[in-house]
């Protein structure tokens, strides 16, 4: 027997969506939102918008003018126990005489994973857990992946003709997808903390891998005021050291926004004046280049690559929750290779290329069917001429 009435999950439902709200500015820390209702009325609602800010459940107590006492709290994350950036959520539900608190997910930060609930249940309020769980966690599953991992929730972008090519044999790229497309992927930049893309790219095309708020989609721009975009942290992989200080003057990517350019350790490096990080017992070392770029040096990986996972757990120290790689066939690949891909979005144009155009993947093919790469289609989407798939990674039997 469900446990949960239906006004329950229509004031659960009513959490979610304010939480979604969230999706552009919360980073490090989840979206959450929260519903105050006494007497079967709402009588106050909010939502987390920023690292720093009000946490959701503070911000419906304010929206509620403060007086909540007898009434239920419909929250989507667990309410925090500890002091951080703000006073831990859930003594203030207590201070404020909250009678019952349904959440629909338990945090998995260990510094909040369950203790929030365990005050409240000292206290004398009532809790529930599990109310619309797998949308919370859906809405989370970058800030769950990295909180639990270390490793940032990573999200491959790619475009590519109906015959899955990424640019003609002359190079010629320009545009294989709509403009509905490239606005939809200035969207994902903004949710993501950070975009990985190879120096191949950057000689290539010069981008500049920036959030431009008049490209975002109007529905976006909506939600999303000019002052709140963020811009995410541009990661360039440049394992043979090809950015000198003359490409860093050429190339459109170092003009604005904070760049990080990762290479392969040397031996002839001279480290001395060099920041020493450790990263899985390895010496790692980052150099300042200016007040926006910077160099990271990590050891070569098998292939005397960049090792991606090394990276990734790096930029997990700096709790970067989601990031985004755009690249071209190599890196991508590369990134498909090591099962370090939590979600692809293929961008499909109507055109066809031909078979000397260039591939969208560059993988060796598997032994048998059951052990290729494979993902599950959540979601296909029609902008404008093309096709925009939505994959997520399958879960491993077993696993």
């Known amino acids: 027997m469900n446990k949960f009435s239906s006004n329950d999950l229509m004031y659960m439902r009513r959490a979610l969506k304010l939480a979604r709200r969230g999706r552009f500015g919360t980073s490090p820390n989840p979206c959450v939102g929260c519903v105050i209702v006494r007497d079967g009325m709402i009588i106050g609602e909010g939502w987390h918008k920023k690292a720093g800010t009000d946490h959701a459940e503070v911000a419906a107590i304010k929206n509620a003018g403060g007086n909540v006492a007898g009434a239920t709290a419909y929250v989507t994350l667990e309410p925090c126990s500890h002091y951080g950036r703000t006073p831990p959520c859930a003594k203030t539900l207590v201070q404020k005489g909250i009678r019952r608190v349904v959440a629909a997910v338990l945090d998995v930060n260990p510094k909040v994973s369950g203790r929030?609930?365990?005050?409240?249940?000292?206290?004398?309020?009532?809790?529930?857990?599990?109310?619309?769980?797998?949308?919370?966690?859906?809405?989370?599953?970058?800030?769950?992946?990295?909180?639990?991992?270390?490793?940032?929730?990573?999200?491959?972008?790619?475009?590519?003709?109906?015959?899955?090519?990424?640019?003609?044999?002359?190079?010629?790229?320009?545009?294989?997808?709509?403009?509905?497309?490239?606005?939809?992927?200035?969207?994902?930049?903004?949710?993501?903390?950070?975009?990985?893309?190879?120096?191949?790219?950057?000689?290539?095309?010069?981008?500049?891998?920036?959030?431009?708020?008049?490209?975002?989609?109007?529905?976006?721009?909506?939600?999303?005021?000019?002052?709140?975009?963020?811009?995410?942290?541009?990661?360039?992989?440049?394992?043979?050291?090809?950015?000198?200080?003359?490409?860093?003057?050429?190339?459109?990517?170092?003009?604005?926004?904070?760049?990080?350019?990762?290479?392969?350790?040397?031996?002839?490096?001279?480290?001395?004046?060099?920041?020493?990080?450790?990263?899985?017992?390895?010496?790692?070392?980052?150099?300042?280049?200016?007040?926006?770029?910077?160099?990271?040096?990590?050891?070569?990986?098998?292939?005397?690559r960049v090792p991606l996972e090394l990276l990734l757990r790096y930029l997990g120290s700096l709790e970067l929750r989601r990031v985004l790689v755009e690249a071209g066939s190599t890196l991508s690949s590369a990134f498909l290779r090591e099962d370090l891909v939590d979600e692809l979005y293929l961008y499909q144009g109507p055109q066809l290329l031909g078979a000397a155009s260039l591939p969208a993947f560059n993988l060796q093919p598997p032994e048998h069917l059951d052990t290729a790469i494979s993902f599950k289609l959540k979601k296909v989407k029609k902008l404008g001429p093309d096709v925009r798939l939505h994959y997520v990674k399958k879960v491993k039997q077993g696993g």
């Open 116 to 304: 929030g609930m365990e005050i409240l249940n000292k206290a004398g309020v009532k809790t529930e857990v599990g109310l619309c769980e797998s949308q919370a966690r859906w809405l989370n599953r970058a800030f769950f992946k990295a909180v639990s991992t270390g490793i940032p929730y990573v999200t491959l972008k790619l475009a590519a003709s109906l015959d899955s090519k990424i640019a003609l044999p002359s190079g010629e790229s320009q545009w294989i997808t709509s403009d509905k497309s490239r606005q939809d992927v200035q969207r994902l930049r903004a949710l993501c903390d950070a975009v990985i893309t190879g120096v191949n790219t950057v000689f290539a095309d010069n981008p500049r891998l920036t959030v431009r708020y008049d490209n975002l989609p109007e529905k976006t721009r909506s939600k999303l005021p000019k002052s709140a975009l963020r811009q995410p942290l541009k990661v360039i992989l440049d394992s043979t050291g090809r950015l000198d200080a003359q490409a860093l003057e050429r190339f459109e990517i170092f003009n604005s926004g904070t760049c990080l350019i990762v290479q392969v350790l040397k031996p002839e490096l001279n480290t001395a004046h060099l920041k020493n990080l450790r990263l899985n017992g390895k010496d790692c070392f980052l150099e300042a280049v200016d007040e926006w770029i910077s160099r990271l040096y990590l050891p070569a990986g098998p292939d005397g």
